[in-house]
């Protein structure tokens, strides 16, 4: 879902030198905040994606879910002296070959490894038509002709990705890439990149089974990979912060943007700014516990509304109600659109998947703080889990809570299982539903996010009417929803509080 921008906007994590100091205190046991100054606080949704919104502003992260961009362990890395040697064998300090555009030109220049960690992931081999081949996560990104390229497609959305005979650039291996003891030197520093060989790509095949698999970060923010320019993840912005997973690392270890708010005000007083919908929550969540010791969103919320940019919101988090004069203001001067996300409402279930959440009372207890204030707020339903919260008494006393908190509009998903997610989850099932498991691995087997469509079918059958039922549709506002959106991002905001229906925005689980 982020693109290029957005690792822009953690300096730091490429090269450390934008780290303030990393926190860790009583009154947020078990959380360490990593803080950072940040470039930029507008980040552009790609442009393939089917979100209902152009740029989003993400205050805070951990390590993001999307972050897999990962190469195989044998992966032959280009070297500052010549030669190549295996990705496993590199360290942080070891300097490489990576690029840069030079006025016209891209070349080849020196560059120094800043970080390096491991995972474990689904991944693909690729192959091209000069012999080499490279095993790379979905996410991994080639330079080819026509730019930066993904290995495979998004799960949700659309993004760039490689598919037969788009070619990539560089030198290739020529089917070399796999044999480790290639030792002699290529003297191309300087050289601009000219690509020879055919590099084209004549199969992309999934792996069975997870990988495992290597990533560096570089100063250039490339290396070359098995002959092929090959693009890094964003480097966390410390060494204590290079091995973070979909886990307990997402919750616990916190980048915070520091300076986001003054970063922000800077970028809507560009001429070119055109007010566009920012929206907020939609890869982590901005009401988070951080927030409760740096106060970020207020600055925020100021910075767009004065600068007549409207906005939406979704959180899980109740700190949304310290907030709640704020928006008020905000939204007497931009479409202001809120959402809560409340997926579980069995207490048991709720403590045991979501340990670090509000409670769904206390979430039920904002929606309603924020109805009283004049706001339309939708409940994002979402996800329903199979065999946990899809059967009919489960929707049905979700619904009924909902509506008495005040909501105009539900919005609800089956459980989607991302890359960096599935592990974890299907480990914690294994301890809370053991009996479960083979079903969910029939549901999601291998590499499969979604739940097979005959199931999302089964389920819409069941909760459309229900939703209906209890007047919680929007006034089947879908289709003229989606138009508005359109229009907003192009519309000077009106003077007048924004109490329609909210942006169906994803919280990414």
Same mark, same amino acid.
């Given at each position: 879902?982020?693109?290029?921008?957005?690792?822009?906007?953690?300096?730091?994590?490429?090269?450390?030198?934008?780290?303030?100091?990393?926190?860790?205190?009583?009154?947020?046991?078990?959380?360490?905040?990593?803080?950072?100054?940040?470039?930029?606080?507008?980040?552009?949704?790609?442009?393939?994606?089917?979100?209902?919104?152009?740029?989003?502003?993400?205050?805070?992260?951990?390590?993001?879910?999307?972050?897999?961009?990962?190469?195989?362990?044998?992966?032959?890395?280009?070297?500052?002296?010549?030669?190549?040697?295996?990705?496993?064998?590199?360290?942080?300090?070891?300097?490489?070959?990576?690029?840069?555009?030079?006025?016209?030109?891209?070349?080849?220049?020196?560059?120094?490894?800043?970080?390096?960690?491991?995972?474990?992931?689904?991944?693909?081999?690729?192959?091209?038509?000069?012999?080499?081949?490279?095993?790379?996560?979905?996410?991994?990104?080639?330079?080819?002709?026509?730019?930066?390229?993904?290995?495979?497609?998004?799960?949700?959305?659309?993004?760039?990705?490689?598919?037969?005979?788009?070619?990539?650039?560089?030198?290739?291996?020529?089917?070399?890439?796999?044999?480790?003891?290639?030792?002699?030197?290529?003297?191309?520093?300087?050289?601009?990149?000219?690509?020879?060989?055919?590099?084209?790509?004549?199969?992309?095949?999934?792996?069975?089974?997870?990988?495992?698999?290597?990533?560096?970060?570089?100063?250039?923010?490339?290396?070359?990979?098995?002959?092929?320019?090959?693009?890094?993840?964003?480097?966390?912005?410390?060494?204590?912060?290079?091995?973070?997973?979909?886990?307990?690392?997402?919750?616990?270890?916190?980048?915070?943007?520091?300076?986001?708010?003054?970063?922000?005000?800077?970028?809507?007083?560009?001429?070119?700014?055109?007010?566009?919908?920012?929206?907020?929550?939609?890869?982590?969540?901005?009401?988070?516990?951080?927030?409760?010791?740096?106060?970020?969103?207020?600055?925020?919320?100021?910075?767009?509304?004065?600068?007549?940019?409207?906005?939406?919101?979704?959180?899980?988090?109740?700190?949304?109600?310290?907030?709640?004069?704020?928006?008020?203001?905000?939204?007497?001067?931009?479409?202001?659109?809120?959402?809560?996300?409340?997926?579980?409402?069995?207490?048991?279930?709720?403590?045991?998947?979501?340990?670090?959440?509000?409670?769904?009372?206390?979430?039920?207890?904002?929606?309603?703080?924020?109805?009283?204030?004049?706001?339309?707020?939708?409940?994002?339903?979402?996800?329903?889990?199979?065999?946990?919260?899809?059967? /009919?008494?489960?929707?049905?006393?979700?619904?009924?809570?909902?509506?008495?908190?005040?909501?105009?509009?539900?919005?609800?998903?089956?459980?989607?299982?991302?890359?960096?997610?599935?592990?974890?989850?299907?480990?914690?099932?294994?301890?809370?539903?053991?009996?479960?498991?083979?079903?969910?691995?029939?549901?999601?087997?291998?590499?499969?996010?979604?739940?097979?469509?005959?199931?999302?079918?089964?389920?819409?059958?069941?909760?459309?009417?229900?939703?209906?039922?209890?007047?919680?549709?929007?006034?089947?506002?879908?289709?003229?929803?989606?138009?508005? /959106?359109?229009?907003?991002?192009?519309?000077?905001?009106?003077?007048?509080?924004?109490?329609?229906?909210?942006?169906?925005?994803?919280?990414?689980?």
């Amino acid at each position: 879902m982020l693109g290029d921008k957005d690792a822009a906007a953690l300096p730091g994590l490429e090269d450390r030198t934008g780290v303030l100091r990393t926190v860790t205190t009583p009154e947020f046991a078990g959380m360490t905040f990593h803080e950072v100054l940040s470039k930029s606080a507008l980040n552009r949704v790609p442009g393939g994606s089917r979100m209902p919104f152009t740029w989003t502003i993400n205050p805070y992260r951990g390590c993001s879910h999307a972050c897999v961009y990962c190469l195989s362990a044998d992966t032959m890395i280009l070297c500052a002296d010549g030669r190549q040697r295996p990705l496993g064998d590199l360290e942080i300090g070891d300097e490489i070959i990576g690029t840069e555009v030079q006025g016209v030109y891209r070349r080849y220049v020196r560059t120094t490894i800043t970080a390096k960690w491991n995972t474990r992931k689904p991944a693909y081999r690729v192959t091209l038509a000069d012999g080499t081949r490279i095993t790379a996560s979905g996410d991994h990104r080639f330079l080819t002709d026509r730019g930066w390229k993904h290995v495979a497609d998004a799960e949700t959305g659309r993004r760039p990705h490689l598919t037969l005979n788009n070619r990539l650039m560089g030198f290739g291996t020529g089917g070399d890439a796999v044999r480790p003891a290639i030792t002699r030197k290529m003297s191309i520093e300087g050289s601009a990149v000219k690509t020879v060989a055919d590099l084209r790509v004549v199969e992309i095949t999934p792996l069975d089974g997870d990988q495992d698999l290597l990533d560096i970060t570089t100063g250039t923010g490339d290396f070359i990979a098995n002959g092929v320019i090959s693009h890094n993840c964003f480097a966390r912005g410390t060494h204590e912060y290079l091995d973070l997973d979909g886990g307990a690392d997402f919750d616990s270890q916190i980048v915070v943007k520091v300076n986001v708010a003054e970063v922000l005000e800077r970028e809507l007083r560009r001429g070119s700014w055109e007010h566009e919908l920012v929206a907020l929550g939609t890869n982590t969540d901005p009401y988070q516990r951080a927030e409760g010791r740096y106060r970020l969103m207020p600055g925020i919320i100021e910075a767009l509304a004065a600068s007549g940019t409207p906005m939406s919101i979704l959180t899980k988090g109740t700190l949304i109600r310290r907030d709640i004069p704020l928006l008020v203001r905000a939204a007497q001067r931009v479409p202001v659109d809120i959402q809560m996300s409340i997926a579980m409402y069995d207490d048991e279930l709720q403590k045991a998947i979501e340990p670090g959440a509000p409670t769904t009372q206390a979430r039920l207890d904002t929606v309603r703080a924020l109805t009283d204030a004049g706001f339309g707020v939708t409940v994002f339903l979402m996800p329903i889990l199979p065999h946990l919260t899809d059967s /009919v008494d489960a929707i049905t006393a979700a619904l009924e809570r909902i509506k008495a908190a005040g909501a105009v509009r539900v919005i609800y998903g089956s459980l989607h299982l991302r890359p960096g997610v599935k592990p974890w989850f299907l480990q914690w099932l294994g301890g809370f539903r053991p009996d479960l498991l083979s079903s969910y691995r029939g549901l999601y087997p291998g590499v499969s996010a979604e739940a097979p469509k005959p199931y999302r079918q089964w389920l819409a059958k069941r909760v459309r009417p229900l939703i209906r039922m209890h007047g919680l549709d929007g006034r089947d506002e879908e289709d003229s929803y989606r138009a508005s /959106v359109r229009g907003m991002r192009r519309m000077p905001a009106p003077a007048a509080p924004a109490t329609a229906s909210a942006p169906a925005q994803p919280m990414l689980f």
